[in-house]
DNA sequence: CCCTATAAATGGAACGTTCCAATAAATCAA
DNA sequence: TTGATTTATTGGAACGTTCCATTTATAGGG
C-alpha cells in the first residue's frame, strides 16, 4: 500500500489508536510501554510503510549517529582497506557511516568536510588530502565536532592521529638493505609536502648514518607515488655516474614502477638492483618477483581509528591519544642477491 | 569566536539586524535581496561561525539533496573506480554522494539501505550484494525513491540497469582464443547467483556453438572470483584426462590466479596456456605477461549511471532506461603463442 | 472507601529551516 | 497628490520528531 505521501508516527499513532508520543516511545524502544501496546504499534508501523525520519528526530536530539569518513584515495587499495577496517567496527557498534572520496583534491575535500558539516555528523575519521592546509579542519574544530586523521597527519595540528610507524618501517627495511651488503642507497618517489614522506625519508636516513653510509651514497629522488612515478625515479637513478645498487620506495606502486623500469632495461629486480616496497599491498605477495615490503596493517589501523572516534563521541570529548602502530618488514624476493631467503617469506622486526 | 551552542539563522538576523526570512533568502542566494543586505548578512554569518542545518531545511523542502552510492567492495579497485566515475559527475553537479559498502553481504546492504532512507536519500546508485533477496529493495520502490543498479543486475526486477555487455565481451574473447587455434576451452571462476556470470558463460557459449566447438569440448567450472578461485580452477583442470589449452576467467583476478598457478607448475602464461581475463584492471596491462582481457571502462559506467540517477531525479519519475556499456577486448601477451601480436597491445572489437 | 504510589499514555512546546502571504518602502504614471 | 506597481523585507505556520510535565488508569495500604 504505497501512499504518496510519506507515513509518520500521526498516521501510526491513528492507526494504532495511541498518541503520537506513544509511538515515539516504541520507536526508541522504551520499557514505558505496555507489551501489547508495542506490538500494536509495531504492526501499524509495518501497515503503513512508514520510514523513520532521521533529520526530524536530530533536529531534536542534538546530536545524530552520523559518522563521517573521508578518504583521499579510494582507488588505491591501501585506502581503500582502510576504510572497510573502519566500517567493522562501526557496524558492530550498529552505526552506519558515511564515506566519501576526495580524490587527493584540497578544494573537494573541503566541500566534502562542509556537506558532511551540515549534515550533522557526529564525529569525523579523515585521511587527508594531499596539500590540505592546516585550517582545513578550523571550523569543524569550532563546532566541536570529534575528528581523528588516520594513515596521515596535518603539520602542526593538535588532532589525534592512528598511523603505522612510518620512521621505524623506513629504518628497518634500510637496514636490511644495508645488511645485504649494499652500499649505495636511495629513496624513491613521494614529495615533501606530505608528513608521511619525511617520517620515511627520516627512518631511512637515520638507519644510514646509524649503520655507517656516507652521506654522499645516500640518494633521494622525490616523485610522483605511482608507478609512473618509480620509472621515472630509476631512470634518474641510474642516469648518474655512479649509481645506487638498491632502493627503499615511498610505496609499493612506486616499487612495481621500479621493477618494471628494470625489466625494460633487461635487469632483474632482486639480482641486479635491490628493491623495497612500503605498505605491503596484498599484490606484493604475488608480484614476480614477490616484494619485499613494510606491512603497515591498514585495516587494523582503520579499526583502531574507528575505537577511538566512539570512545570520543561516548565521552564527549575532542581530544585523544594518539596511537602509532607497528610495522613488519616482510621480507620476500625483490632485494638482493641472497640465496637463502630466496622463495621463501620471512618476517622480522615487529615494532611497538 | 566559537559559542557551545551552535548558531542558528536567528542569531546571524540579530547579529545583522535583519529578519530570519531575509537570512534565509540570502542562504538560498534569492536574487530577492538588496545586494548590499546579502553582503551584511553574509559577514554575519562568517562572524558567527554559522552552520547550515540541512537536516532542518530538508523537514520543509520534500527532498534533499542526499544520494547514495552502495557498493559490494570497495577493496575490489574494478568497483572503486566505478564509485569514482559517479563521484565525479555528482561533484560538478554541486553534489556530494555518500557511500557506503556492504561487502557482498546482504545483511549489512539490508542496514545500509534502511539507514540511508532514514537519511531521506533523493536516489540511490547500487551495485548488489551477491544474494541479494528480490525483494530487498521493495520498501525503496514503494518510497519512491530512484534507484538505479549499476554493473549487477536483479534476477526479476524492474529497475534500470547501467551494466557492460557482458555477453558480447565475452563472445569476443572466447572468439579470440579460438582464432589462435584452440580447440579446447574453459570458462574459470565466478558462480551461479550472479546475473554477471550468466551473461558471460552465455558469450563464451553462444561463440564456441557458433564457431563449431564441440560442446564436450567446451568446460565451465564455477569458482570464487579471487585469485585463489583461478588457481583452484586451473588444478581442477589440469587434473583431467583431457585438459582443455585456453581459459576465459570470469575476472582478471581469477585470470591472475590461474596465470599463478601455471607458473608454480613450470608452465607459462601465454604459450603453455592461454588466459583472457575480464574487466581490465589496471594491473592486467602491468603483469607479466600483460594479461589480455576485456575492457569494461567502470569509471564511464559510473559516469553513466549517476547521469541517469540526476535525470531521474530532476523528472521525478522512477523508470528509465537500461544502459549496456560497450566493451573492449584488449589484446596482450597471455594468450596463444601467436609470436605476431606478442608485445604489442591491440584492441579489436567495440560493441554499441 | 479514600489516599497515595506506580504504571501507562498523552498533549504541547521546541528544534532550525522554508515558503507563503502580508507589509513597508520606494518608484512611477497620471 | 493619489493610487497603482514594483522592490525589499518580514512574521507565522508548517515540516516530523523528542522530551518534559501532565493526565489517566491500575494497584496497594490503611
Request: aromatic share 0%; proline share 5%.
Given at each position: 500500500m504505497a501512499s504518496r505521501a510519506k507515513a509518520t508516527i500521526f498516521d501510526i499513532a491513528r492507526e494504532a489508536g495511541v498518541s503520537k508520543s506513544t509511538v515515539s516511545l516504541v520507536l526508541q524502544g522504551s520499557g514505558l510501554i505496555r507489551p501489547e501496546t508495542a506490538v500494536k504499534v509495531r504492526k501499524a508501523i509495518e501497515d503503513v510503510g512508514y520510514v523513520y525520519n532521521r533529520g526530524a528526530a536530530n533536529l531534536r536530539k542534538a546530536h545524530s549517529n552520523v559518522i563521517g569518513m573521508v578518504i583521499n584515495d579510494l582507488t588505491n587499495p591501501f585506502f581503500a582497506e582502510l576504510a572497510v577496517g573502519m566500517e567493522r567496527v562501526f557496524q558492530s557498534a550498529g552505526i552506519v557511516p558515511f564515506m566519501a572520496n576526495t580524490a587527493e583534491n584540497p578544494v573537494r575535500q573541503e566541500e566534502v568536510l562542509k556537506s558532511l558539516m551540515e549534515q550533522g555528523v557526529a564525529g569525523l575519521i579523515v585521511s587527508p588530502a594531499r596539500g590540505t592546509t592546516p585550517g582545513a579542519f578550523r571550523r569543524l574544530e569550532m563546532a566541536g565536532v570529534p575528528i581523528v586523521f588516520a594513515m596521515r597527519r596535518l603539520p602542526e595540528s593538535r588532532i589525534p592521529v592512528i598511523a603505522p610507524d612510518n620512521h621505524r618501517g623506513a629504518y628497518f627495511a634500510t637496514a636490511h638493505l644495508i645488511g645485504k651488503g649494499h652500499r649505495r642507497l636511495a629513496f624513491f618517489g613521494g614529495s615533501s609536502d606530505l608528513v608521511v614522506y619525511h617520517e620515511r625519508v627520516g627512518g631511512f636516513r637515520e638507519a644510514c648514518e646509524t649503520l655507517g653510509?656516507?652521506?654522499?651514497?645516500m640518494l633521494v629522488i622525490e616523485g610522483e607515488t605511482s608507478r609512473k612515478g618509480g620509472i621515472a625515479c630509476l631512470e634518474t637513478a641510474l642516469a648518474m655516474a655512479e649509481p645506487p645498487t638498491a632502493a627503499l620506495c615511498f610505496n609499493d606502486a612506486v616499487a612495481f614502477g621500479v621493477m618494471l623500469a628494470l625489466r625494460k632495461r633487461g635487469l632483474e629486480p632482486g639480482p641486479d638492483f635491490a628493491v623495497v616496497g612500503f605498505?605491503?599491498?596484498?599484490?606484493a605477495e604475488h608480484y614476480m618477483p614477490a616484494l619485499t615490503s613494510v606491512a603497515v596493517d591498514s585495516p587494523g589501523l582503520g579499526e583502531r581509528a574507528a575505537h577511538v572516534m566512539l570512545k570520543m563521541i561516548q565521552s564527549g570529548t575532542t581530544r585523544a591519544e594518539d596511537h602509532i602502530g607497528a610495522v613488519n618488514l616482510v621480507i620476500r624476493?625483490?632485494?638482493?642477491?641472497?640465496?637463502?631467503?630466496?622463495?621463501r617469506a620471512a618476517v622480522v622486526g615487529g615494532a611497538a
Open positions: 653510509i656516507d652521506t654522499r651514497d605498505d605491503d599491498v596484498i599484490e624476493e625483490s632485494c638482493g642477491p641472497d640465496r637463502r631467503t630466496r622463495n
